[in-house]
């Protein structure tokens, strides 16, 4: 079976740049030749082909500052080069390699030689070109299929928040809106966006513990029993239980199981302090505190948004994370952040 493949050929004696052509085409190659390394350059960057057969010894640019552009343009620097020398020195063959030459034939060449050096560097570039293909191409099969992960996982997580809001008709639409909030918060801050996605998803299951909590207890219209609350108080660490087994690309059982944890150590389950919590869990904590103090609760009328943001204000650093804070009253003053309907 005959070759095929797009070669330049590059050699200032005329005789040895006619014989390397005829061998070439006799093989069934597209030759394009040039005498010059100037002429070589030219023909390369217009039309790249895939292998470059390069003689060292030439007036005006020699071989290896030939290679060393090559390399340097874009459009070639993935262009196999071989040099075919009558240069043999070790010194000559080692600055080839280093400029990026892929093989080394010495004049004068077996016919067979060279062929079998040609044929298999076009194989090997051929191959690691298709390979490289392969990855692009799984890579946007595997984005897809993360896309359509992502949104499945979206979708159950939406289902479980909306399981949990059915016993709690008073809080129907908390958890949603909690995790608007901690969005724009968490977007004010500069975070990445995959960290966004993680607090977003934390946020709507952020009370998804509250499932093991009796109905009657969660819209109990009067003051709750230090009995009641104590098994309030439970729903971050049984929201921990139910999400850790499931494996997120976050870590969304913690952020729960820490969303009510205070700056200074005073909140539940485990009162952490500081930097020992989460950084979205701060941020859900802040969007909790005030989506609730605005919101009806069976207990009591919304507060309102002065009072909530008075709220998390007057405990910047104490209960609430400072910089956190910061960013919330920033959403809400300079951007004019508004719950969606």
Request: charged fraction near 30%; aromatic fraction near 4%; glycine fraction near 6%.
């Amino acid at each position: 079976m005959r070759n095929t493949g797009k070669i330049l050929a590059v050699d200032d004696t005329p005789a040895s740049l006619r014989l390397l052509t005829d061998i070439l085409k006799d093989e069934g190659y597209e030759v394009r030749a040039a005498i010059s390394g100037e002429l070589a350059l030219r023909a390369a960057i217009l039309n790249p082909p895939e292998l470059v057969l390069l003689d060292i010894r030439m007036p005006e640019m020699d071989g290896f500052e030939v290679c060393r552009r090559l390399k340097a343009s874009q459009a070639t620097q993935d262009v196999p080069v071989i040099f075919v020398s009558a240069a043999s020195e070790t010194e000559e063959k080692v600055r080839g390699f280093e400029l990026g030459a892929v093989d080394f034939v010495t004049k004068p060449y077996q016919r067979d030689e060279l062929l079998a050096r040609v044929r298999t560097h076009l194989e090997l570039n051929r191959l690691r070109h298709h390979l490289e293909d392969l990855v692009d191409e799984r890579t946007v099969e595997l984005r897809e299929s993360e896309r359509k992960l992502r949104a499945s996982l979206l979708e159950s997580i939406t289902a479980l928040a909306a399981i949990v809001e059915m016993r709690d008709p008073y809080t129907a639409g908390h958890q949603r809106r909690v995790a608007e909030l901690a969005v724009a918060i968490a977007r004010e801050m500069k975070l990445s966006d995959e960290m966004i996605e993680g607090i977003h998803l934390a946020s709507v299951v952020h009370d998804v513990g509250k499932i093991r909590v009796p109905a009657e207890i969660l819209s109990k219209p009067g003051k709750l029993t230090e009995l009641e609350f104590g098994l309030i108080k439970e729903h971050a660490q049984n929201g921990f239980e139910i999400l850790k087994t499931i494996e997120f690309p976050w870590s969304i059982a913690q952020i729960v199981l820490q969303h009510h944890e205070r700056m200074n150590g005073s909140g539940y389950p485990r009162g952490l302090s500081g930097e020992h919590i989460l950084l979205e869990s701060r941020i859900v904590t802040v969007a909790d505190v005030v989506e609730s103090m605005i919101s009806h609760r069976p207990y009591r009328a919304g507060l309102g948004l002065e009072a909530a943001l008075a709220e998390i204000e007057n405990n910047k650093g104490s209960l609430f994370d400072a910089a956190v804070v910061e960013a919330c009253v920033r959403v809400f003053r300079e951007q004019d952040f508004h719950f969606k309907a």
